[in-house]
């Protein structure tokens, strides 16, 4: 598939053509490296996740309306924010995100930000008008292939045969709330592996190839060895870094060993 870069005054867009089918991997450069998708085909634009910042939105939402095409769709799975734009689109999520908006780890997690961010964090929720429930989805021309989790959802889009899920970030550590979590990642990467994505599509990266993945198995199997062989977080963090100085989110591996040394 051809692509190619679109720098824009603070942001920059990454665009894949898979032909009929054109996917926008929006980055929006804010502290968190938050990313959206849009996807385009001859007449609609489909919208996945939206920027957590109010400095985004304007440069956002042209860009959009730039492509000359009818919004069909928003579709939410664990970035719900900016809900003052698009209203007139329906918007679509889950029970289980709709739970995590109005008392789960988004609810929380927005709330936190309004405060952190001291105001420019984008805390208003899209109003939720349809709900996902079936395996299998078309929206427009866009087909999905849908993976329900308690909070969240793991989307395929078999006609550019890639997947969105929350985080994956080769080269940043996780956050890995127990060992059976660890061996849950990779056995997820294993399915990737298997079934030969072209993009694996996350909130908090550019999109990532199946070599990524494999960078991302071999760290996740190092440090649960590193856990295993770690008497105290404190040498867990210790050793995890000399083997991964490079490595981005040092707060996540901080966020591992809290909870592996419990």
Request: hydrophobic share 35%; charged share 30%; glycine share 6%.
């Amino acid at each position: 598939m051809d692509s190619k870069r679109i720098d824009l005054k603070k942001s920059f867009v990454q665009v894949y053509d898979f032909g009929e089918i054109k996917l926008h991997a929006y980055q929006t450069s804010d502290v968190m490296a938050d990313e959206c998708f849009i996807l385009e085909n001859d007449s609609e634009v489909f919208l996945l996740e939206f920027p957590s910042f109010y400095e985004d939105m304007e440069e956002f939402k042209n860009y959009i309306l730039g492509l000359n095409k009818k919004v069909i769709a928003k579709v939410f799975s664990n970035h719900p924010s900016g809900g003052n734009e698009f209203k007139d689109v329906k918007s679509y999520a889950s029970r289980g995100t709709i739970k995590s908006m109005q008392e789960g780890e988004i609810f929380h997690i927005v709330e936190g930000f309004k405060t952190a961010f001291n105001g420019s964090f984008a805390s208003e929720f899209h109003e939720i008008t349809d709900i996902l429930e079936e395996s299998k989805v078309k929206i427009g021309g866009f087909d999905l292939e849908i993976t329900y989790h308690d909070e969240d959802v793991e989307i395929v889009f078999p006609q550019i045969n890639s997947v969105y899920t929350h985080m994956l970030g080769h080269e940043c550590h996780s956050i890995l709330p127990s060992k059976e979590a660890i061996d849950g990642f990779i056995l997820q990467l294993e399915g990737y592996l298997e079934k030969g994505y072209e993009l694996i599509l996350t909130s908090h990266h550019t999109p990532e190839n199946l070599e990524d993945v494999k960078t991302k198995i071999d760290y996740l199997k190092n440090v649960k060895q590193i856990a295993n062989e770690s008497n105290t977080k404190e040498e867990f963090i210790k050793n995890v870094k000399e083997k991964y100085s490079d490595y981005k989110c040092e707060n996540y591996l901080e966020m591992t060993a809290n909870s592996l040394f419990a």
